[in-house]
């Protein structure tokens, strides 16, 4: 999963929140298992994403950081689990406005994620 993970500006955080809307997870969640494909990207906006391999923790992000675009646009299945823990905030962004983005090219959104996209 971590193939490209990204720290991002506070401003571009700021664009991110205006754009779409933040999800706040109360428990413990799998976003993604080991060998699956993301469905979305992911920006760990406040709390901890935990990264798992055959049931043990290897590392943990913190806010700020952006991942699972590449593997989400290259159909690359995740060597790693993706556990978001309680009290955390993300955003999730879709394929499509991950794809529309790519069109546009001149959108702040491109900006963001164009890093992750080769």
């Known amino acids: 999963m971590n193939a490209k993970i990204k720290t991002l500006t506070n401003q571009q955080v700021k664009f991110l929140k205006k754009k779409f809307v ?6 413990d969640f799998h976003l993604v298992y080991e060998s ?6 992911i920006v760990l906006l406040d709390g901890q994403i935990n990264f798992i391999h055959k049931r043990k923790k290897l590392a943990h992000v913190g806010k700020g950081l952006i991942f699972g ?3 989400l646009l290259n159909n690359i299945p995740s060597m790693h689990g993706c556990l978001v823990l309680g009290n955390s905030e993300l955003i999730m962004i879709q394929k499509s406005d991950i794809l529309d983005a790519m069109v546009a090219k ?13």
């Open 22 to 27: 933040p999800l706040k997870f109360n428990a």
């Open 69 to 71: 675009i590449y593997e």
């Open 36 to 41: 699956q494909i993301p469905n979305t990207g």
């Open 106 to 118: 001149n959108c702040e959104l491109f900006d963001i994620i164009k890093d992750h996209i080769d």
